[in-house]
Each structure stands twice: as C-alpha cells, then as structure tokens.
T-cell receptor, first 112, second 113 residues
Framework: GDSVTQMEGPVTLSEEAFLTINCTYT??????LFWYVQYPGEGLQLLLK?????DKGSNKGFEATYRKETTSFHLEKGSVQVSDSAVYFC???????????FGSGTRLQVQP | EAGVTQSPTHLIKTRGQQATLRCSPI?????VYWYQQALGLGLQFLLW???????NRGNFPPRFSGRQFPNYSSELNVNALELEDSALYLC????????????FGDGTRLSIL
C-alpha cells in the first residue's frame, strides 16, 4: 500500500538557518504530494503541493520538488524564523482517490 | 471566507458511551473528510462523504460512522467508546472536482476516561 516516510524529529535550528525535512514515499501510481503544517493547538494548514514529476511547490519561502526518480518530496526553506516552529506533515494522494496518506510528522523548533 | 469549523473543541466521555462530532465545510465545498490523529499512530483517514453519501472509509471498525446533511455539514459518530479512541479528530473539506486540496479544521479533542 501507499506510505510516506519522514525524518524523525524534533529538528532544532537557530533563526535564519537553512531547513531541510526529508520525505520519501511509496505509491503504486502517480500521486499528488503535499506538505501540511500544524501549529500548536490548531488543525493542519496546506503549505504547498505538487501534482506531477518535477513540479515545484512553493509558499511562504518554503519549497519542495516532486522527484519521481528518487520518490522524494523534501521540504526546504532558506532562512527559518521562530514563527516557523510547528509540526510538518508530508502527505500523498493517489490519482483517482481522495484519502490522504500522511507521514508521521516532523516537529521543527526554531530558537532565537 | 470562513474556514472549516468543528464542534465541540473538546469532548470528554467514558468507556462505552457514544460521541458525536460535528463539522461545517467551507462554503461551496461538497466533500467532507474525517481523520483521526492519535498519539503514536499519526494521522489516519477515517471517512469521506460527498453529496450526502459515504464514498470511502479507512481501516476502522463499523462503530465509527457518520453522515452528511443536505447543507454538506457532517457528523462523525463513535459508538461503544474505547480508551484507544482518545485522539484529535480532524475534519477537512474540498471541492469535488479535479485535484483539489483538502482544507482542515482545528479538530475536536476526544478524551475517553
């Protein structure tokens, strides 16, 4: 079945550091890929998405590129802020299906 | 534009009781999804409703059920509550057509004593 694997957290960075959160997936078809962010006490917010190979999703300084050859969708940001502290979830949705399959989430802590 | 709203925010029940959770989708969205976020188990898909019909369900027992009303709002019902049902239940909505992203509410925290 489908699965998403994320790097273990927490990831602790200083403000203005470079961020990478790794995400790899297993899927039978050609899924759409998503990053969601969950701030404390809140639900999930869609951060970015990519629907086909080589697509780059971007939002709020975050980027991720759909790499079919490595089945990866790593999240990056050039300079993190304290306000980026949250849990980040990588997810996929198989073509023709509606259910999202999520990774286990990676907690990011940014220190001033 | 109002987002997905869920009620109540917190719900405390005891084993064997029933719980009802409610969700109002974003205006214009006809599809509603329910997910369970349990400690140690991550986010798991529960149910998908569209146009009043259950379209798909995840790997959960039948005591997890729900419905969608004509105004597209939805209820999730959990019968015969067990301790392991303690979790954050998230509702999401989307447009029905194409590759539309799901937008999530803030969730209902269900605690089973």
């Amino acid at each position: 079945g489908d699965s998403v694997t994320q790097m273990e957290g927490p990831v602790t960075l200083s403000e203005e550091a470079f961020l990478t959160i790794n995400c790899t997936y297993t899927a039978t078809g050609y899924p759409s890929l998503f990053w969601y962010v969950q701030y404390p006490g809140e639900g999930l917010q869609l951060l970015l998405k990519a629907t086909k190979a080589d697509d780059k999703g971007s939002n709020k300084g975050f980027e991720a590129t759909y790499r079919k050859e490595t089945t990866s969708f790593h999240l990056e940001k050039g300079s993190v802020q304290v306000s980026d502290s949250a849990v980040y979830f990588c997810a996929l949705r198989e073509a023709g299906r509606r259910a999202l399959t999520f990774g286990s989430g990676t907690r990011l802590q940014v220190q001033p | 534009e109002a987002g997905v709203t869920q009620s109540p925010t917190h719900l405390i029940k005891t084993r064997g009781q029933q719980a009802t959770l409610r969700c109002s989708p974003i205006s214009g969205h006809t599809s509603v999804y329910w997910y369970q976020q349990a400690l140690g188990l991550g986010l798991q898909f529960l149910l998908w409703y569209d146009e009043g019909e259950e379209r798909n369900r995840g790997n959960f027992p039948p005591r997890f059920s729900g419905r969608q009303f004509p105004n597209y709002s939805s209820e999730l019902n959990v019968n015969a509550l067990e301790l392991e049902d303690s979790a954050l239940y998230l509702c999401a909505s989307s447009l029905v057509s194409g590759d539309q992203p799901q937008h999530f509410g803030d969730g209902t925290r269900l605690s089973i004593l």
